[in-house]
């Protein structure tokens, strides 16, 4: 008889024990539970996070420099009509910008018209072709005068050019002067209630410092990005007909149609204008250029004037990275910065100074000297008839040698800096 007991009772405990498990599976108390746990929590979070007062107050100064850069941003539209031989020259090129994704470089044999190009006439009646208009950004430096500042490749070649304003006047606009070598050209627009923006310090910059790119990419007007400076003075980077470069690195986003706009910093001050990109997709990959304004400075009231940009010549061949740094450290020189001469051109400034090959220039003018472009860019910034000293190391000894600086020959070119070695 006990023992019948205790089966039953047992039974009936493990049957109480289904019956609490299937009730506490049915109604999930455990999954409830959990959830109020999770809610409160969230809750918490929620509460933790900034007002709209305090998130007014946090992006207000963005704020503000948007709203006092906007109005001064232009959109840039140029016409260009190509001879022939015009068309021949950038065919590759425009290949790749018209078909970005064409399989092995290669184009259908159709009409020039199906690539985008639409027949013109020229006036000699040589067959030529206009192109869709080019698409740009600027921004306006002097209110009274109409003056905006571009990328020279924004309106090279143009053969009309359309300025949009931020409140959507359109003017037409003329080329008061360009500067291939640095990507820079100024425009004058004629029209009233201009804003002009102010030119910032460029070289206070430091990396890290946030900046917004600002302009037009891809049409879409007055678009506004947030960055970095992500680096200094980068130079030695292929672009089209740059030469002078020293560029503001950020990565900030640039696109098509950005180029030419201004790179600001968060007084609203431009440090920079948006010439290019480093990219493997023809779009924006992190990593974009700026002219520095302090460069730009330099040669905006020049343009302006139409004056024709004299810079400095040397004449001297110079090899830069590591075959550079094989040949100084042969040479003795195991310190860091400076370029050797590798030949001295003849019948140049150079030629008819001490000069030497194997001279490590060290010093140009009184600065130090770190790469080939630090002295490709002195040498072009100084005024033709300058006499600077060069410090060079000779022999495992320090000499000072003065030079006469000459003007660029007509059709010189840095272009060789591309290669292992540069002439200056």
């Known amino acids: 008889m ?25 109604v999930d108390i455990v999954g409830r539970l959990a959830y109020s746990v999770e809610k409160g929590r969230i809750e918490a979070l929620r509460e933790a996070l900034p007002s709209d007062q305090e998130l007014a107050a946090r992006f207000e100064p963005d704020r503000v420099v948007v709203a006092t ?10 016409e260009r009509t190509l001879t022939r031989a015009d068309f021949e020259d950038l065919a590759p090129e425009l290949h790749r910008h018209l078909f970005p994704d064409a399989q092995n470089g290669e184009d259908d044999e159709d009409e020039a018209g199906s690539n985008g190009l639409a027949p013109s006439s020229s006036p000699d009646d040589e067959p030529a072709f206009t192109m869709p208009p080019g698409q740009g950004s600027g921004f306006i430096v002097d209110a009274a005068n109409g003056y905006v500042v571009t990328n020279s490749h924004v309106v090279a070649r143009s053969t009309s050019i359309s300025v949009r304003l931020a ?96 790179l600001v910093n968060m007084r609203g001050e431009v440090v920079g204008i948006n010439t290019a990109i480093a990219t493997r997709s023809g779009r924006y ?28 010549y040397l004449g001297v061949v110079m090899t830069g990275g590591r075959p550079g740094e094989d ?41 130090p000297i770190a790469s080939n ?31 006469e600086i000459g003007a660029q020959p007509e059709g010189f070119s840095t272009r060789l800096w591309m290669r292992p070695r540069s002439e200056d």
């Open 167 to 262: 409140d959507g006047r359109r003017c037409e606009a003329h080329v008061l002067g360009t500067d291939a070598k640095t990507d820079l050209a100024v425009l004058q627009i004629n029209a009233g209630r201009l804003h002009a923006l102010r030119w910032g310090d460029s070289q206070s910059m430091q990396v890290g410092d946030e900046v917004f790119t600002v302009g037009n990419p891809f049409g879409l007007e007055g678009t506004v990005s947030r960055g970095i400076v992500s680096a200094k003075n980068r130079s030695n980077i292929v672009l089209h007909d740059i030469e002078y470069q020293g560029f503001l690195q950020t990565d900030a986003v640039i696109n098509p149609g950005n180029s030419g706009g201004p």
């Open 327 to 367: 040949r100084m450290r042969r040479l003795g020189w195991a310190e860091p910065g400076g370029v050797v001469i590798t030949e001295v051109v003849p019948d140049s400034p150079a030629s008819r100074s001490d000069l030497r090959p194997d001279d490590i220039i060290v010093e140009f003018a009184g600065q």
């Open 69 to 78: 850069v906007l109005p001064g941003v232009v959109s840039v539209s140029a």
């Open 373 to 403: 472009a630090n002295v490709t860019q002195a040498v072009a910034d100084t005024v033709p008839g300058t006499v600077v000293s060069l410090k060079v190391f000779r022999q495992g000894e320090f000499v000072t040698v003065e030079v």
């Open 2 to 26: 006990r023992q019948n007991n205790v089966v039953r009772q047992f039974v009936a405990m493990t049957l109480s024990s289904l019956v609490v498990v299937l009730i506490l599976v049915k």
């Open 285 to 312: 990959d992190g990593i974009g250029f700026a002219i520095p304004a302090h460069r730009a400075l330099k040669l905006v009231p020049k343009l302006i004037r139409g004056e024709t940009i004299a810079r400095g």
